[in-house]
């Protein structure tokens, strides 16, 4: 990963808030919409912003991290500056988040690559196994106010 803060050097960036933690995932993953609203119950500060990886800024922060948008395991969690990917994106959710949140530290036990392959894995399978809900549709309105263009 890059230095902290290093998409504040690199112009194809929109600009965003970025003193605030966002989530860049994929807003067609039925997954990825039920992280959402985890996200959502859990964040009772109401911090975390979510932009999906359809987004302008989606795209340019996964493109910055090495990530593609078409990639299955593009999924990012950028906090104080630092970008975290993966099951690591997770673990720090769930330790920002607090509560229940906080049993995604188990994730941390398992070896990195074992981790890895294992989010690997279930991304690449995620429609097959998951199926497709646009983000976008959700109903709550709590949940709306969080997303970033």
């Known amino acids: 990963m890059r230095k902290p803060y290093s998409f504040l050097d690199d112009p194809s960036v929109p600009g965003f808030d970025w003193r605030v933690p966002l989530a860049v995932m994929d807003g067609e993953c039925a997954l990825c919409a039920f992280g959402a609203r985890i996200i959502d119950r859990l964040d009772r500060a109401k911090e975390i912003r979510i ?21 299955p ?6 906090e104080d500056g630092v970008a975290h990917e993966g099951f690591d994106a997770m673990i720090c959710v769930g330790r920002r988040t607090g509560g229940i ?7 941390g036990v398992l070896p990195k690559p074992l981790r890895a392959g294992l ?13 497709r809900k646009r983000m976008c549709d959700l109903p709550s309105e709590s949940l709306r106010a969080r997303l970033v263009a």
């Not at 987004?55 to 090495?66: M, S, V």
């Not at 395991?73 to 950028?78: G, Q, R």
């Open 73 to 78: 395991d593009s999924w990012l969690f950028i």
């Open 101 to 107: 949140g906080h049993g995604l530290r188990l994730l």
């Open 119 to 131: 989010y690997g894995w279930i991304a690449r399978n995620r429609y097959r196994l998951f199926g």
């Open 51 to 71: 932009a999906t990886i359809e987004t302008a800024l989606g795209r340019a922060l996964l493109e910055h991290y090495g990530l593609r948008a078409t990639a």
